[in-house]
């Protein structure tokens, strides 16, 4: 405990934490879809999910939701792989402004 004091109050924490998570947000997601900008985008809580920094959700116009994610490269996979276990997934790469974006390949 006398570590997280040292970090500030509980409230000081909150806001250090929310701001961690707002320089991650991304400009724009490119939808895996129709290849269009998704500008709404929405955090998604990463409680509970050990090495992921934040995750991103939007929606594309075409209905498809596009999510993006950050953190470790094994658990940002394994949320990834998660995600397609339960649906038919098309996953990417892009940078955070969204100018450079990457298909994986299905196969």
Do not use: Y
Not at 26 to 43: R, S
């Amino acid at each position: 405990m006398g570590q997280a004091k040292a970090r500030g109050t509980q409230a000081e924490r909150m806001v250090q934490a929310q701001a961690r998570i707002a320089a991650t947000r991304p400009d724009k997601l490119v939808c895996n879809g129709c290849g269009g900008d998704v500008t709404d985008i929405h955090p998604v809580s990463t409680r509970g999910l050990q090495g992921i920094e934040a995750i991103w959700v939007g929606q594309c116009a075409c209905g498809q939701t596009t999510f993006a994610a950050s953190g470790e490269p094994k658990a940002v996979d394994a949320f990834f792989f998660a995600l397609s276990e339960n649906s038919e997934l098309t996953l990417g790469s892009q940078s955070k402004d969204g100018q450079t974006h990457v298909k994986a390949d299905s196969e």
